[in-house]
């Protein structure tokens, strides 16, 4: 007999001798692994629902928007998630002031009553000033928009509003325009000429 059949011998004997001891540890082996699989689908179960949670949710952001057609600002909310926004409140700090005498608030129904609902990838926006009533401010407002969602969540998000990042901007789109002019003209005035050029460059072609 082998040596390596006579340690196979001797394992069998040893497992026939002791199947009890063995059965019982295998049993709690596959306990162990029972629990280990059932709490890991669990906390694979709440992440997907927690994933999900974030991803079917409203969120509503609050922005200015600097319409340079009509040389005007707006105070813009929009709702980016995929629920409603129910019970949506704003509270501005400081608040709004008035651009033609800062001693006075501003009344901005939308900041002031909230909506009762904003659907998703709905945006509603109120004019806050206009270019020539902003002078040199640089205040800073801090807006926060609490609501909720239809199945109760509660939200509540801070954005911070800068007039002068705005005042920057409130005269590209003239630029833009005086300079798309400009360029024309000149490219009129070559055009030209480059024309006169090549009528007097043929005139002396036909003279020769």
């Known amino acids: 007999m082998s040596h390596l059949t006579r340690i196979l011998s001797c394992m069998i004997d040893w497992l026939n001798d002791n199947q009890g001891a063995v059965m019982a540890a295998l049993t709690a082996v596959y306990a162990i692994a029972t629990i ?12 997907q629902r927690k994933l999900r ?16 057609e009509r040389h005007v600002i ?22 709004f002031i008035n ?5 006075l608030g501003l009344d901005i129904p939308l900041v002031q009553k909230g909506l009762s609902a904003l659907p998703p990838s709905r945006a509603l926006r109120s004019m806050i000033a206009v270019y020539g009533d902003l002078g040199e401010t640089d205040v800073q407002y801090t807006v926060e928009v609490n609501y909720r969602s239809g199945d109760g969540r509660e939200f509540s998000d801070e954005f911070v509003l800068d007039f002068a990042a705005h005042m920057g901007l409130k005269l590209s789109p003239s630029k833009g325009t005086h300079s798309i002019a400009e360029t024309l003209d000149e490219l009129a ?8 050029q090549l009528r007097s460059l043929l005139t002396r072609e036909i003279g020769d």
């Open 36 to 47: 280990v699989i059932v709490r890991s689908s669990r906390s694979s179960v709440e992440e």
């Open 189 to 196: 005035r070559d055009v030209r000429t480059l024309t006169t």
């Open 99 to 103: 651009p033609k005498n800062p001693t």
């Open 53 to 68: 949670a974030e991803q079917f949710r409203p969120f509503v952001i609050a922005d200015l928007e600097n319409d340079g």
């Open 74 to 95: 707006f105070f813009r909310v929009e709702n980016l998630g995929t629920m409603t926004a129910r019970d949506v409140q704003f509270t501005v700090t400081p608040p």
